[in-house]
């Protein structure tokens, strides 16, 4: 167990993370720099930072793994950001290197690097393989220079297109391109194009979102101020359902509503998630989690630092989550996968009966169409999809769980 002064909150109840040997199965990095923030992003990155506060955080994120009090023996790394490769070559080596030396590898089935087009080189991109990664996911959005432009990506046309081609020359088995559509004033067509340009690379993997524009951001700020206009709706409902159509008709399963994978290309790591598993995530503003405990990082850098030089604990917060409210995550993003959930196993998992727990919310589903209950596999329907983000959120909604009488 990691030493060090407990941080004031658990003096509320909330006993400590319970870190100790075994746990850290899915490991998470957090490298929270950007070359530029673009204009949709409310992931914790910041832009502009000088390579002594980049070095100051990746040796802190060590230290955080060093502090642990154990070494993790993930079954799966993601390094993801921020724009890992946005690093300085060094600092991604040490990274690499340091992981390698506090970390237990011998389990290891996958090891992910997220990176975006303008940051990949050939060297750094042979740091990453020699390290041990095998699975490169490159945030591509778009192989329209107009629509990069939009988004305020940092990255043009031909620098995706070498990013790719260095990728599959250094020699990474497994490749996820990420893209976006909803984008205000795209085509159906467009679209299209983007998906075939994107499958003329040959991924095993593609990470399909639609474009949100979240509270805070400029994206945000100009739909707000009808500066731009807003996507159509329909638009974005039958680009959602092509892809689908069209990613499955060239052998990508839709395994997750936004993620298409080939056979055996799921990305593990974030199956973990998705089935509510355990994970440990290091680094600023990264969370972690264990059966119920859950704990933040420290996001504001400075924080993040200090908290790490003082106790080797940089926790901001820290819940303790009940059975009730798991089982709720569990089905809100089990029920995202195409598999959906096996209702036994939640229920031995969390000692809550299901079908009487959330019965109102899935008969209302399965009469609407959205949901299908098969023997013990609850799943959402192909119809659903287009309302699934919105309406898998009441899963989380306490009034949509009737409390069982005796328990
Ligand atoms: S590259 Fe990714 S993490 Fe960085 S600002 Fe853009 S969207 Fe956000």
Redesign the pocket.
Known sequence: MRGGPAPERYDQGIAPFPLEEGYGNALYLHVPF?VV??GY?D?H?VADSDPQTMREIVGAILEEIRSLGFRPRPRTIFMG???PTHLPERLLEELCQGILDLCDLTHLKEWTCEA?PESCTPSKLQVLKDAGVDRMSL?IQSFHPSILRFLDRPHGLEESRKALELCRETGFPHLNLDLIFGIPGEDRETWAEDLRTALGFHPDHLSCYQLSFEKGTPLHKALHEERIPAPEEEVCVSQLLSTREYLRDNDYIPYEISNFAKRGAWCLHNVNYWRAGNYLGIGPGASKHRDGWRATNHKALPLYLSSIRESGCPEAQAEFLSERTRCGEALWLGLRMDQGVSLKELEARFGIPILLTYGQLIQEGREAGHLLLEEDTLRLSEEAIPVADSWLMRFLSPSQARVPRGT
């Open positions: 950007c923030k673009c992003c992931f990155s950001g921020g724009t975006n945030g």
